[in-house]
């Protein structure tokens, strides 16, 4: 016989209900009406999945204009992170708390409802899928459906781990594996627990329960799924050792009047001599025996459903007393978890979801100031930048300043300008010396905007950042040290202190770092080798415009110990030529030295046909002999010529000529002989 087809049930068997007692009447419709229920949250849960993934894809839209997602400009790596985390979270929970409504009642209607236990062969695959046919559309109906796991029937990974799929795999039956007395013991409070049950029979696509233990405690959680059962079906398409002793401790329990065999219609005589050995003798019982196709289609469909339901009028299903107080704080606490994880992770992805939200409340100083940066990244308006900054100057100036100064030593390519839009928002007195510290270790970017910040504290003691920007080694660094000096009046106890500290040992020029790639780029970057060099030739050469100008208030016997003493040659040659400026004629040979006519006689400046040199190689000290020639007092100490040019080079005939006029200079009776045009 055929009834109507029931979506996702399809064929149902059409009972006569007027021969039927009226136990097996009230059991047959109870089971049609949780036939029902299940339907109804099947569809209820598709059109939840369906609504869901439409709104992962207009939440990632909206999620990516709002904050980015690299569609408009570069964003940092975690941004596609967040945007799929927090999407992942909607689909996670949303549908967990639009269905709890709905599930909750549906599982507290029927708090009587009978266990059933179904034993088979283990990883039998012939009869996998027809027995999973027959559970899902008539077994499963009547309660609780148990078997022990096997390859066959076992709990899916994504239940196992709810946390990958979601949706609603917290609320589905996932006991612990048993490989121990104490599994044995939450096995039996799982089995009580008959509201909860309830909720992951709802939830359940295949109706089927699976309890997995290790090979030592099958037989002890056999008998503890015995223990209370209503129903007990033998599925005998295949005999095993294991099946007679599930069967013999049927007997020894006393519920053969329990027990229904079924078996595919080509293992008939198996499962005749199933039966034939477990009739019982002793009572008027024979036990049912009932044949399903290789479609999973029972011959006599009707008749198992009356005999099942039959076997659970004998006996009224025990009453649990506690069912609804024990059903609703288990759903109610596994409700407070889910939303707990969910506004806990609201909460940490809250900067970077909306930033004005912390940035102007968070009671956290690391949140707060993950959020500026966020809305420095977003490019906030000035009037969210300013209640950010009012709350967390507020709240933290110095933690917060500490923590901007972090983040500018690590951050990622595409937080650069917000980072350093940050470290001014956040700036306090209180981190001067990391502000320091930031300008000579950090980036080059990074170390120009705290110079900045730097130079805007009131606190700033400038004499003192002077010395201690010269003592780094980086060339950015003594460049800014050059630029705070500018026409600062320094007295001689301080310019003895700046010599010593230029010439420490350990004070050799170095250029500044290489960026990171993608990051920012500044112009106290030097890229390649050649333009290091230039550019360290021109700070020496800055260096000396800067001291020869405080002749006065300069120790010349310090800068003669400097110049006589082990240094760098550049420094020898800075200091030598301030000793020039001081008439100290012993000093000129750096003038003709190869390493000062390679590394500054042949810079490359804007000047050409000097009388002093060749005018095709210009010289960047024209100013500086310059001053020399026109001094109003004769140079002391010069070297003999004749040894002098010795050490000439034969591209120097320029330097012999500047060593005449400075031997013949006849002082301040004008210009020297040979001044004017050289001829071409």
């Not at 569609?71 to 269905?99: E, K, M, R």
């Not at 198992?304 to 069912?323: M, V």
């Not at 106290?524 to 050469?541: C, K, P, Q, V």
Request: net charge positive; aromatic share 10%; proline share 5%.
């Amino acid at each position: 016989m055929r009834g109507d087809r029931i979506p996702g049930l399809k064929r149902q068997p059409v009972i006569a209900m007027e021969s039927l007692e009226p136990e097996i009447i009230s059991i047959i419709k109870r089971a049609q009406s949780q036939r029902r229920n299940a339907l109804i949250i099947r569809i209820m849960m598709r059109v939840f999945m369906v609504l869901s993934i439409a709104g992962c894809l207009i939440g990632a839209l909206l999620l990516s204009i709002t904050i980015g997602g690299g569609l408009f400009q570069p964003d940092p790596s975690y941004t596609g992170w967040i945007i799929l985390v927090t999407i992942y979270a909607g689909f996670f929970v949303l549908p967990f708390l639009f269905s709890l409504p709905v599930i909750l009642p549906l599982a507290m209607r029927n708090r009587n409802v009978d266990r059933i236990v179904i034993f088979r062969k283990f990883n039998n695959a012939s009869s996998k899928k027809t027995l999973r046919r027959i559970i899902r559309r008539q077994i499963g109906n009547y309660g609780h459906v148990f078997t022990l796991s096997d390859s066959n029937f076992r709990i899916k990974w994504y239940v196992r781990i709810p946390i990958l799929l979601g949706q609603t795999s917290f609320f589905h039956f996932r006991p612990r594996d048993i490989t121990n007395s104490r599994g044995i013991i939450a096995l039996k409070r799982t089995l009580e627990n008959i509201g909860w049950l309830n909720i992951n029979w709802l939830l359940s696509s295949s109706k089927i329960f699976s309890v997995k233990t290790t090979d030592d405690f099958w037989q002890d959680a056999a008998g503890t799924l015995l223990d209370g059962s209503r129903l007990v079906i033998f599925d005998v398409s295949v005999l095993t050792k294991p099946l007679d002793w599930e069967a013999n401790k049927v007997k020894a329990l006393g519920m053969e009047q329990h027990v229904v065999v079924t078996a595919g219609e080509e293992n008939r005589a198996i499962a005749e001599e199933f039966k034939a050995r477990y009739d019982s003798m002793d009572d008027d019982y024979d036990i049912p025996l009932f044949y399903y196709n290789g479609k999973g289609v029972l011959l006599d469909d009707r008749r198992f459903e009356e005999t099942i339901a039959g076997i659970l009028a004998k006996k009224a299903a025990a009453r649990h007393d506690r069912y609804f107080i024990s059903t609703l704080k288990r759903a109610l606490l596994t409700a407070c978890i889910f939303i707990g994880l969910f506004m806990a992770l609201l909460l940490y992805l809250s900067p970077y979801l909306a930033p004005g939200l912390p940035g102007r409340y968070s009671p956290l100083p690391g949140q707060a100031v993950v959020a500026c940066l966020q809305a420095n990244l977003a490019r906030q308006d000035s009037a969210h930048m300013e209640a950010i900054r009012q709350h967390i100057h507020g709240k933290w100036p110095a933690r917060a300043a500490a923590l901007s100064i972090g983040y500018a030593y690590h951050h990622q390519a595409a937080e650069c300008n917000a980072v350093a839009a940050t470290l001014k928002d956040l700036a306090d007195p209180s981190q001067l010396m990391e502000y320091i510290r930031l300008t000579g270790a950090g980036e080059p970017f990074m170390g120009e905007q705290a110079f900045e910040i730097v130079r805007s504290l009131k606190k700033t003691d400038e004499e003192d950042l002077i010395l201690h920007l010269l003592a780094n080694p980086r060339i950015d660094c003594k460049e800014k040290a050059l630029l705070l000096v500018g026409d600062r009046k320094l007295h001689a106890g301080y310019l003895a202190r700046f010599i010593d500290t230029l010439s420490a040992p350990s004070n050799a020029v170095r250029p500044p770092p290489v960026p990171r790639p993608g990051h920012a780029t500044s112009r106290a970057y030097a890229g390649s080798t050649d333009s290091f060099d230039i550019r360290a030739r021109r700070y020496y050469l800055d260096l000396y415009r800067l001291l020869s100008g405080r002749m006065d208030s300069i120790d010349l016997t310090q800068v003669k110990k400097k110049a006589d003493g082990d240094t760098a040659r550049d420094l020898h040659i800075l200091f030598s030529l301030l000793l020039l400026d001081a008439r100290e004629g012993q000093y000129l040979p750096a003038l003709f030295d190869t390493y000062f006519i390679d590394a500054y006689y042949n810079l490359t400046l804007k000047e050409k046909n000097t009388i002093y040199f060749r005018s095709t190689i210009p010289h960047p000290f024209k100013d500086i002999t310059d001053s020399m020639l026109h001094k109003t007092a004769a140079f002391s100490g010069l070297p003999d010529y004749t040894t002098l040019t010795k050490r000439l080079p034969a591209t120097s005939l320029p330097q012999a000529y500047i060593y005449f006029l400075l031997k013949n200079y006849p002082g301040d009776q004008g210009k020297p002989p040979g001044m004017g045009r050289p001829a071409r």
